[in-house]
């Protein structure tokens, strides 16, 4: 049940169609999650700047019930800023923000993750 969300002034026209999804596949293996339960949200042509400089940007959340922490989270800012320099951000320019969130804090099919034992 992750989700990454991106945020970027990167315009829609220059994200290909694929990827999202293939961000959502290196999100799934970096933090050892099944495919089908992670959600990857990209939001593009954002009215963003990123400290003095014009130019490509990004900020993202990555929130996940465990598999984040102190050593963890290298290796998961590496997957994705990797990734996502593919459509022009360079890592230097994207932060990401890490929420390792209780598993009754999150919902779904009516119920909350700890129901399904998440």
């Known amino acids: 049940m992750p989700h990454f969300r991106l945020e970027t002034n990167i315009p829609r026209s220059n994200i290909p169609d694929s ?3 293939e961000l959502n596949q290196v999100v799934a293996k970096t933090l050892g999650k099944p ?12 009215l963003m700047v990123h400290g003095t400089e014009e130019g490509p940007c990004g900020q993202a959340t990555l929130m996940s019930i465990g598999k984040l922490g102190e050593e963890e989270n290298l290796k998961h800012s590496k997957a994705i ?28 099919g009516g119920k909350t993750a700890k129901c399904f034992g998440n």
């Open 19 to 21: 990827f999202p999804k």
């Open 35 to 46: 495919e089908e339960v992670t959600v990857t949200t990209v939001v593009p042509d954002q």
């Open 81 to 108: 800023s990797d990734k996502i320099e593919e459509i022009g951000i360079p890592a230097d320019r994207l932060y990401i923000t890490f929420n390792d969130t209780k598993n009754y804090n999150v919902g779904v």
